[in-house]
DNA sequence: TCTGGGGTCCTAGGACCC
DNA sequence: TCTGGGGTCCTAGGACCC
């Protein structure tokens, strides 16, 4: 009998792995991968150019004590985490909890190599895939070959082992009668850990655990289920339907009943677009519009052409471009305009960026900028498409307010 | 001493059209 | 003078995820 059968696949500690690789002397130590890329460390490996990598003495390496700039972890080795170091804590933070970690600067080609590596492993024993990201992937098993067997067990081992087999790197794998609990399942046995469900499984799996566990119930709809007294997901599923959607309104709040009680008939998607892409950058230093005109439009433009860049590169145009920025006490405003054809071009993207920027408040000092083009579609398209008369509407769309002048201190 | 960078999707109000 | 809905597009913000 087939019955539907999905795998989630999560690549352990993957940052940090792929350095390990680099530097098995490290294995057993406390490292610590992220932070932003300071001018010192682009090239620290230079600096051990002619010796081998795994020659180079751990006490060679940087240190998290002597780091002293913005920025947040990306991953963090198991030892690491045994200090309670992890995921997207400030550099900080982390360096007062566990000062002799070793800290190394991300090699994103690195990982994406690796990231196309295994992610290619799996489409050679199911081709039914969702990349999920740098380290993740949703796979179906339900008509792959012997997707069945042992609820998915064999099928999820011989991944694990060919993944590790191309790659030398261990991951966690969930196979259970959907998505959602797949993606629970994976975290279940961490690292090298192969979990099965089945739909009977879920009040003595899914029940006991916290509804931050969901994917989709974020730190905020997890603190008003607590202030309802609801902190794990067999308590959720103990609500009616109507009270949920009384609290949590139509949607969210039908959607949180199915979830509680397992249910989730998302299909495995193999392709999708793009929407939108986007560059950003949080400064040194905080700096201000009329302070540091000359820094802020510096990296103002660089912003742009980069993302211009990425466009191209990619093959994609987009019409609607938009400005973020993320003030010293982290608000954050953004502002957008559509215009009426789809543009690639740095120049273009930075003139109707600079317009953005017209409209918002810059009276206070910025931590971060960011530059963004939506409504995207292929290039080739773009070509045809604005042949066109322009779209009517978009351009002049913004009559700037009262009080919305902002000084007009940079652009 | 806080809190990166890249995304997606949803909501809600206003403009504008039928 | 007051009063309809429905639909789409645009914009700003926010929740959430990797």
Redesign the pocket.
Same mark, same amino acid.
């Given at each position: 009998m087939t019955r539907r059968r999905i795998a989630h696949l999560d690549m352990d500690a993957f940052f940090a792995s792929v350095e390990l690789l680099r530097y098995p002397q490290l294995a057993g130590l406390p490292v610590v991968i992220g932070g932003?890329q300071r001018p010192g460390d682009a090239d620290w490996r230079q600096a051990f150019a002619d010796v081998a990598l795994a020659e180079i003495p751990p006490a060679a390496f940087p240190c998290l004590k002597d780091y002293a700039g913005? *920025?947040?972890i %990306?991953t963090a080795t198991y030892p690491a985490r045994a200090f309670g170091v992890g995921?997207?804590m400030?550099?900080? &933070?982390a360096a007062?909890l566990c000062p002799q970690a070793i800290l190394l600067p991300v090699d994103f080609d690195e990982v994406r190599r690796c990231s196309r590596r295994f992610k290619q492993v799996i489409r050679e024993f199911a081709p039914v895939m969702e990349d999920?990201?740098?380290?993740?992937a949703y796979i179906d098993f339900t008509d792959a070959p012997d997707g069945q067997l042992e609820g998915g067990h064999v099928l999820a081992r011989r991944i694990q082992q060919a993944i590790f087999a191309a790659t030398g790197l261990t991951c966690s794998i969930g196979v259970a009668p959907n998505k959602l609990i797949a993606?629970m399942a994976s975290e279940f046995d961490k690292p090298n850990g192969i979990t099965i469900l089945h739909e009977d499984d879920v009040p003595t799996r899914i029940w006991p655990l916290p509804c931050r566990k969901?994917?989709?119930? *974020?730190? &905020?709809?997890?603190a008003k289920l607590q202030a309802h007294g609801i902190r794990t997901i067999g308590e959720l599923a103990a609500r009616e339907r109507g009270w949920l959607v009384e609290h949590f309104?139509k949607? %969210?709040g039908a959607w949180m009943h199915e979830v509680a009680h397992g249910r989730d008939e998302r299909p495995v998607i193999t392709h999708?677009e793009?929407?939108?892409?986007?560059?950003?950058?949080?400064f040194e230093r905080d700096l201000h519009a009329a302070r540091d005109k000359t820094e802020l439009g510096n990296i103002f433009t660089w912003l742009c052409e980069q993302l211009a860049t990425?466009l191209q590169r990619k093959g994609y145009a987009g019409r609607?471009i *938009?400005i973020k920025l993320r003030y010293q006490d982290?608000?954050?405003? %953004?502002?957008?305009?559509?215009m009426g054809r789809h543009t690639a071009d740095p120049a273009v993207i930075r003139r109707a960026a600079g317009q953005?920027l017209k409209?918002v408040p810059l009276e206070q000092p910025l931590?971060?900028l960011?530059v963004?083009v939506?409504?995207l579609i292929k290039a080739v398209d773009a070509a045809a498409q604005d042949k066109e008369p322009a779209?009517p509407?978009?351009s002049a769309?913004?009559v700037m307010r009262d009080g919305e002048t902002a000084s007009g201190l940079l652009f």
């Open positions: 932003r913005r *920025g947040v %990306t995921s997207a400030g550099l900080m &933070k007062r999920r990201g740098i380290d993740e993606k969901i994917n989709g119930i *974020g730190p &905020k709809a997890d309104g949607t %969210t999708s793009p929407v939108s892409m986007s560059r950003e950058t949080t990425d609607t *938009g982290f608000r954050i405003a %953004t502002r957008d305009q559509t953005c409209r931590r971060l960011g963004r939506g409504s779209a509407g978009a769309a913004h």
